[in-house]
C-alpha cells in the first residue's frame, strides 16, 4: 500500500510516466471534447496503474503502515555496529601485537569485541612483517631448504660408523649314546669297563652353559667415484635460491595487501564521516522544511520527500559502518593480531606523489632482479640439476670402505654330570675365554646396466617439467607488464580524476549553499535542493575514491619494483615511496 501510495503521489508531481498514454497522439477535435477526452485517458492511465501497483504490493511481504508523525525522529543504530565502530582508544601497545599461538583456537572471551587500538600504515607493515602466518611458513621453508643443501654438501664427505654390541646366552644340553663306542677298535682306551673315553649304550652327559660376548668397531665408507653427487648438490642450491625469491616476493605481496587492506579501512572510516555529516544536515533540513510548511510556504509533500531523502541516507550511513567494521576486521586477519584485538586507521590520507618513472623505465626495472621470475629460473635449474642427477644413475659408481674391529667372549660350564656307566676320562673346561680382531679395506663397483627403460624415463619426465616451467616464465612475464601497465594507467588517470573531482566539490559546495538559502527564501524548489545535495554528496564520494585509488595504484606500482631481502635473516623496513632513479 506505502509503494502505490508512493507512486502515485509521484505520478501526480509528474515525476513518473503514465504508460504513454499522454505520449500518444491525440485525435483532432474541439477544444471541449478534447479535454474530455484527455481527463478520461488520464483516469485509465490511473486505474492502470493503480491496478499494477496493487499486484506488486501483493508480492511484497505485508507490514504494518508505518505513522508519520514525528518526522524529526531518528532510529536507534543497531548497537553492534556502534561497538565495532568506536573510536581508537589509543596507538597500539607492543603487547597487542603478539600472535595467537599457530595451534590455538580463541575462547569465548577472547572473540568478544575488545579494544580498539590506532594504527599507522608504517605500523602496519611492521606488524604484518613479523607476525604473518603465511610469511613464517615461507622462512620455515628457506630454512629447510638451507638444512637440505647441507645435507647434500656432507655426499663429499666420507661416512664413519661406529658400532659395538654385546649380549649374554646360557644353554642346557643332555647327550645320550645310542651304541657303545667299545667295537671301534681303538685301543684300550676304550675297552669297558675303565677306559679313558669308554661309552657303554645309554650313557649320557648333561651340560649347562653361558657365555657372554662383546664386540665392536669402526666402519668407513666413501664415494670415490659418484656422478650424481654434483647435480644434487647443485639441485638442492638452486631450491634454496628459489625459496628466497619466493620470500622476497612473499614480502613484496603482503606490503601490497597491507597497504590496500589500510587505504580500503581509510576510504571506510571517512565515507561513515560523509554520510554521518550528510544525515545530520538532512536533519537541519527537515527541520528547515517543516517551519517552511508550518509557515505556509512549502507543501506537506516537501516534508515527506525530506523524510525519504533521510531515511535512505540513513541506509548509506549504516551500510559504510558495516563495511568499515569489516574493513577493520580484515586488516587484523592480515596483521595476525590477537583475536581481542581490534586496529583503527590513525593515519589521515595523504596522496602519494605522482609515480617518478615512466612506463618503459618502469617495466625494465620490473624485470630486473624481479623475485617472482628469479623464483621460476631458480625452480627450472633446480629440475635440470634434479635431470642430470637422475640420467647419472646409468653411469658408474666406485666406492671406498674400511672397516677394523674386535671381539671377546667368555664361556663357563656348570652342572657337568656323566651317567649311564663308562668312565669319567672326560675333559671339561669350567670357564674359558677368547678373544679376537679383525680389519677390512676395499673397493666397490657399481654400474646399472638395465632397468628397463625406468632411469631414462624418469629422466624425460623431469625435462618436460623443465619445459613447461619456461612457459611459466613467459606467463609471468606478460602478467607483470600487465599489472604494472595497468596500475601505471590507472594511476594516471586517479590523479586526473582527483583534480576534476576536486573542482566538482568546490563548485557543489558553492551549489549547495546558494540552493540552500534559496529555499528558505522560497525561491528554490525541494527537488532542486535534493538534487543538489545529491550531487555534493556524490562529489565528496568521487573525491575521497579518487584519492584513495591514486594511493592503492601507486601501492601496486611499488609491489613490482619494491627490493626487498631475500635472506629472512635480513631486517625488513618498510617503504612506502620509490625513489626517482630505478632500483
Given at each position: 500500500?506505502?509503494?502505490?501510495?508512493?507512486?502515485?503521489?509521484?505520478?501526480?508531481?509528474?515525476?513518473?510516466?503514465v504508460?504513454?498514454?499522454?505520449?500518444?497522439?491525440?485525435?483532432?477535435?474541439?477544444?471541449g471534447?478534447?479535454?474530455?477526452?484527455?481527463?478520461?485517458?488520464l483516469?485509465?492511465?490511473?486505474?492502470?496503474l493503480?491496478?499494477?501497483l496493487?499486484a506488486?504490493?501483493q508480492?511484497?511481504p505485508?507490514?504494518?503502515?508505518?505513522?508519520?508523525?514525528?518526522?524529526?525522529?531518528?532510529?536507534?543504530l543497531?548497537?553492534?555496529?556502534?561497538?565495532?565502530?568506536?573510536?581508537?582508544?589509543?596507538?597500539?601497545?607492543?603487547?597487542?601485537?603478539?600472535?595467537?599461538?599457530?595451534?590455538?583456537?580463541?575462547?569465548?572471551?577472547?572473540l568478544?569485541?575488545?579494544?580498539?587500538?590506532?594504527?599507522?600504515?608504517?605500523?602496519?607493515?611492521?606488524?604484518?612483517?613479523?607476525?604473518?602466518a603465511?610469511?613464517?611458513?615461507?622462512?620455515?621453508?628457506?630454512a629447510?631448504?638451507?638444512?637440505?643443501l647441507?645435507?647434500?654438501?656432507?655426499s663429499?664427505?666420507?661416512?664413519?660408523?661406529?658400532?659395538?654390541?654385546?649380549g649374554?646366552?646360557?644353554?642346557?644340553?643332555?647327550?645320550?649314546?645310542?651304541?657303545?663306542?667299545?667295537?671301534?677298535?681303538f685301543?684300550?682306551?676304550?675297552?669297558?669297563?675303565?677306559?679313558?673315553?669308554?661309552?657303554?649304550e645309554?650313557?649320557y652327559?648333561?651340560?649347562?652353559?653361558?657365555?657372554?660376548?662383546?664386540?665392536?668397531?669402526?666402519?668407513?665408507d666413501y664415494?670415490?667415484?659418484?656422478?650424481?653427487?654434483?647435480p644434487?648438490?647443485r639441485?638442492?642450491?638452486?631450491?634454496?635460491?628459489?625459496?628466497?625469491?619466493?620470500?622476497?616476493?612473499?614480502?613484496?605481496?603482503?606490503?601490497?595487501?597491507?597497504?590496500?587492506?589500510?587505504?580500503?579501512?581509510?576510504?571506510s572510516?571517512?565515507?561513515?564521516r560523509v554520510?554521518?555529516?550528510?544525515?545530520?544536515?538532512d536533519?537541519?533540513?527537515?527541520?528547515?522544511s517543516?517551519d517552511?510548511?508550518?509557515?505556509?510556504?512549502?507543501p506537506?509533500?516537501?516534508?515527506l520527500?525530506?523524510?525519504?531523502?533521510?531515511?535512505?541516507d540513513e541506509?548509506?550511513?549504516i551500510?559504510?559502518?558495516?563495511d568499515?567494521?569489516?574493513?577493520?576486521?580484515?586488516?587484523?586477519q592480515?596483521?595476525?593480531?590477537?583475536?581481542?584485538?581490534?586496529?583503527?586507521?590513525?593515519?589521515?590520507?595523504?596522496?602519494?606523489?605522482?609515480?617518478?618513472?615512466?612506463?618503459?623505465?618502469?617495466?625494465l626495472?620490473?624485470?630486473?632482479?624481479?623475485?617472482?621470475?628469479?623464483?621460476?629460473?631458480?625452480?627450472?635449474s633446480?629440475l635440470?640439476?634434479?635431470?642430470q642427477?637422475?640420467?647419472?644413475?646409468l653411469?658408474?659408481?666406485l666406492?671406498?670402505?674400511?672397516?677394523?674391529?674386535?671381539?671377546?667372549?667368555?664361556?663357563?660350564?656348570?652342572?657337568?654330570?656323566?651317567?649311564?656307566?663308562?668312565?669319567?676320562?672326560?675333559?671339561a673346561l669350567?670357564?674359558s675365554?677368547?678373544n679376537?680382531w679383525?680389519?677390512?679395506?676395499?673397493?666397490?663397483f657399481?654400474?646399472?646396466?638395465?632397468?628397463?627403460?625406468?632411469t631414462?624415463?624418469?629422466?624425460?619426465?623431469?625435462?618436460?617439467?623443465?619445459?613447461?616451467?619456461?612457459?611459466q616464465?613467459?606467463a609471468?612475464?606478460?602478467d607483470?607488464r600487465?599489472?604494472?601497465?595497468r596500475?601505471?594507467?590507472?594511476?594516471?588517470?586517479?590523479?586526473?580524476?582527483?583534480?576534476s573531482?576536486?573542482?566538482?566539490?568546490a563548485?557543489?559546495?558553492?551549489?549547495?549553499?546558494?540552493?540552500?538559502?534559496?529555499?528558505?527564501?522560497g525561491?528554490?524548489?525541494?527537488?532542486?535542493?535534493?538534487?543538489?545535495q545529491?550531487?555534493?554528496?556524490?562529489?565528496?564520494?568521487?573525491?575521497l575514491?579518487?584519492?584513495?585509488?591514486?594511493?592503492?595504484?601507486?601501492a601496486?606500482?611499488?609491489?613490482?619494483?619494491l627490493?626487498?631481502?631475500?635472506?629472512?635473516?635480513q631486517?625488513?623496513?618498510?617503504?612506502l615511496?620509490?625513489?626517482?632513479?630505478?632500483?
Amino acid at each position: 500500500m506505502a509503494l502505490r501510495t508512493r507512486a502515485l503521489t509521484l505520478a501526480l508531481a509528474g515525476l513518473l510516466p503514465v504508460h504513454g498514454a499522454l505520449a500518444a497522439p491525440l485525435p483532432s477535435a474541439s477544444p471541449g471534447r478534447l479535454s474530455t477526452t484527455t481527463t478520461e485517458s488520464l483516469e485509465r492511465s490511473w486505474q492502470r496503474l493503480d491496478a499494477e501497483l496493487r499486484a506488486l504490493d501483493q508480492l511484497l511481504p505485508s507490514e504494518p503502515e508505518p505513522v508519520v508523525r514525528d518526522v524529526l525522529s531518528v532510529p536507534e543504530l543497531p548497537p553492534n555496529l556502534i561497538r565495532a565502530n568506536q573510536p581508537a582508544a589509543g596507538p597500539i601497545q607492543p603487547a597487542q601485537t603478539d600472535p595467537a599461538p599457530p595451534l590455538a583456537l580463541p575462547g569465548a572471551q577472547q572473540l568478544q569485541a575488545g579494544g580498539i587500538a590506532g594504527v599507522s600504515l608504517e605500523q602496519a607493515l611492521a606488524i604484518a612483517f613479523s607476525n604473518s602466518a603465511g610469511l613464517q611458513a615461507q622462512r620455515e621453508q628457506v630454512a629447510a631448504s638451507l638444512a637440505t643443501l647441507q645435507a647434500a654438501m656432507g655426499s663429499y664427505w666420507p661416512r664413519i660408523t661406529a658400532f659395538a654390541g654385546g649380549g649374554y646366552e646360557r644353554s642346557r644340553s643332555i647327550t645320550t649314546s645310542l651304541a657303545g663306542n667299545n667295537t671301534l677298535g681303538f685301543g684300550p682306551n676304550f675297552d669297558p669297563p675303565n677306559g679313558a673315553f669308554y661309552v657303554p649304550e645309554g650313557g649320557y652327559a648333561t651340560l649347562t652353559e653361558g657365555s657372554a660376548t662383546f664386540e665392536g668397531g669402526v666402519q668407513l665408507d666413501y664415494a670415490l667415484l659418484d656422478f650424481a653427487r654434483t647435480p644434487k648438490v647443485r639441485a638442492a642450491r638452486a631450491t634454496l635460491a628459489q625459496q628466497r625469491n619466493l620470500y622476497a616476493n612473499q614480502l613484496r605481496s603482503l606490503q601490497l595487501q597491507v597497504s590496500e587492506a589500510y587505504y580500503q579501512l581509510q576510504q571506510s572510516e571517512q565515507l561513515v564521516r560523509v554520510y554521518d555529516a550528510n544525515l545530520r544536515n538532512d536533519l537541519v533540513i527537515l527541520r528547515d522544511s517543516l517551519d517552511l510548511k508550518q509557515a505556509g510556504l512549502v507543501p506537506r509533500l516537501d516534508v515527506l520527500r525530506r523524510r525519504a531523502i533521510q531515511a535512505a541516507d540513513e541506509e548509506s550511513l549504516i551500510q559504510a559502518m558495516a563495511d568499515r567494521a569489516v574493513a577493520r576486521r580484515q586488516l587484523a586477519q592480515l596483521l595476525n593480531l590477537p583475536p581481542e584485538v581490534t586496529p583503527s586507521a590513525s593515519d589521515p590520507i595523504v596522496v602519494q606523489p605522482r609515480w617518478p618513472l615512466d612506463l618503459e623505465a618502469s617495466l625494465l626495472a620490473a624485470y630486473r632482479g624481479n623475485p617472482e621470475l628469479e623464483a621460476i629460473l631458480a625452480t627450472r635449474s633446480a629440475l635440470a640439476e634434479q635431470k642430470q642427477a637422475t640420467a647419472a644413475a646409468l653411469l658408474p659408481k666406485l666406492s671406498l670402505f674400511a672397516n677394523a674391529g674386535g671381539n671377546s667372549n667368555q664361556t663357563s660350564l656348570g652342572n657337568f654330570e656323566i651317567g649311564g656307566g663308562g668312565c669319567c676320562g672326560a675333559t671339561a673346561l669350567p670357564l674359558s675365554s677368547g678373544n679376537g680382531w679383525d680389519w677390512s679395506v676395499g673397493l666397490t663397483f657399481t654400474w646399472l646396466l638395465f632397468d628397463a627403460g625406468t632411469t631414462a624415463a624418469e629422466a624425460r619426465a623431469l625435462s618436460r617439467r623443465e619445459a613447461a616451467v619456461a612457459q611459466q616464465y613467459a606467463a609471468s612475464r606478460n602478467d607483470i607488464r600487465l599489472r604494472l601497465e595497468r596500475a601505471f594507467f590507472n594511476h594516471e588517470a586517479s590523479l586526473a580524476k582527483l583534480s576534476s573531482a576536486r573542482r566538482g566539490v568546490a563548485a557543489s559546495l558553492e551549489a549547495f549553499r546558494d540552493v540552500r538559502l534559496r529555499y528558505q527564501s522560497g525561491l528554490s524548489s525541494e527537488v532542486d535542493l535534493s538534487i543538489t545535495q545529491d550531487r555534493l554528496i556524490s562529489s565528496l564520494v568521487q573525491r575521497l575514491n579518487a584519492t584513495v585509488n591514486v594511493n592503492v595504484t601507486y601501492a601496486r606500482l611499488l609491489r613490482e619494483l619494491l627490493p626487498m631481502p631475500r635472506d629472512p635473516s635480513q631486517p625488513l623496513v618498510p617503504q612506502l615511496q620509490l625513489s626517482g632513479t630505478a632500483p
